[in-house]
Nanobody
Framework: VQLEESGGGLVQPGGSLRLSCAAS????????IGWFRQAPGKEREGVSC????????YYAASVEGRFTISSDNAKNTFYLQLNSLKPEDTAVYYC????????????????????WGKGTLVTVST
């Protein structure tokens, strides 16, 4: 199982980014998948997770209405669209997956998943 993030970078407050996570060695249909972040000096938090089987999603309260998770099963890739970015969104963003399957998406976002990417840095600053 491998996960590789891309799309991070420097963006001004109010701007947007789209993060991608390319999955290999497994099919995202069969796994719970999601995005996490860790800001300097803070604990890792679940940002958004999805059950691709039925489209159920979880969003952290701090990103609800600004971030959108999606997946492209044909490309075995999933995404996080980040809009209306704030300086407090600055963090390393990680994609993750767990073989306990789609229904684990909510618990996975709360308690963590088994497989992780290496992370991509998002910096929101003027």
């Amino acid at each position: 199982v491998q996960l590789e993030e891309s799309g991070g970078g420097l963006v001004q407050p109010g701007g947007s980014l789209r993060l991608s996570c390319a999955a290999s060695g497994f099919t995202i249909d069969d796994y719970a998948i999601g995005w996490f972040r860790q800001a300097p000096g803070k604990e890792r938090e679940g940002v958004s997770c999805i059950n691709t089987s039925d489209g159920s999603t979880y969003y952290a309260a701090s990103v609800e209405g600004r971030f959108t998770i999606s997946s492209d099963n044909a490309k075995n890739t999933f995404y996080l669209q980040l809009n209306s970015l704030k300086p407090e969104d600055t963090a390393v963003y990680y994609c993750a997956a767990d073989r306990r399957g789609g229904p684990y998406y909510y618990s996975g976002c709360k308690y963590g998943m088994y497989n992780w990417g290496k992370g991509t840095l998002v910096t929101v600053s003027t």
